[in-house]
């Protein structure tokens, strides 16, 4: 069974574009959780999805959204990027939403962000 | 703000020794916790959870937990190379989010 994968895997924007990051869950999984990783804060929680509907969300700006679609493929947007928002972003699929599923999460290999 | 603690590192251990990597954290009602490896330029994986006081042993590794002290524990018997990695540890705060800790960095010394 294919793992979870991301698309683009590396990515050079400059201060006030937009991005959108892809990510195909593993195969009948269908919550999809990103993350931020960066040197200084971590790993940070973005939001959650499950059925096309966002069901958590962390402490990031309205510049940050995403979207699920019907085959449970997720996408997620950054607009006026940041030279900050340099990370790696980190998608996690698991079979349902929620904590009893946190045990079946299964990270992607993450799409590298770099902001010129 | 709810948050998770760990000591940055690096934490250099002799192979064959007991690495102990320890984690705080801010809330008290707290109930689920877990211990991921990232391996540099990877993504984490989950190697342990726990959800009671105590001890938790899987292989080589043992997570403890103190729910008084707030506090949660991995060790590792007898390291190898191999286990060099950076430990995160993750609670879930009730909404169930996951937060993470930046992580502790793990060498194993041959």
């Known amino acids: 069974k294919a793992g979870v994968t991301q698309t683009p895997r590396y990515l050079i924007k400059t201060r006030g574009q937009q991005v959108t990051l892809s990510c195909s869950p593993i195969?009948?999984?269908?919550?999809v959780s990103w993350y931020q990783q960066t040197p200084g804060q971590g790993l940070q929680f973005l939001f959650e999805?499950?059925?096309?509907?966002?069901?958590n969300k962390g402490n990031f700006p309205g510049r940050f959204s995403g979207r699920q679609f019907s085959n449970s493929r997720s996408e997620m947007n950054v607009s006026t990027l940041e030279l900050g928002d340099s990370a790696l972003y980190l998608c996690?699929?698991?079979?349902?939403?929620?904590?009893?599923?946190?045990?079946?999460?299964?990270f992607g290999p993450g799409t590298r962000l770099l902001v010129l | 703000q709810k948050e998770v603690e760990q000591n940055s590192g690096p934490l250099s251990v002799p192979e064959g020794a007991i690495a102990s990597l320890n984690c705080t954290y801010s809330d008290r009602v707290s109930q689920s916790f877990f211990w991921y490896r990232q391996y540099s330029g990877k993504s984490p994986e989950l190697i342990m959870s726990i959800y009671s006081n105590g001890d938790k042993e899987d292989g080589r590794f043992t997570a403890q937990l103190n729910k008084a002290s707030q506090y949660v524990s991995l060790l590792i018997r007898d390291p190898q190379p191999s286990d060099s990695a950076t430990y995160l540890c993750a609670v879930i705060f009730g909404n169930e989010k996951l937060t993470f800790g930046t992580g502790t960095r793990l060498t194993i010394i041959p």
């Open positions: 996690a699929s698991s079979l349902l939403p929620g904590l009893a599923n946190r045990e079946t999460q299964y």
């Open positions: 195969s009948g999984h269908r919550s």
């Open positions: 999805y499950f059925s096309e509907t966002q069901r």
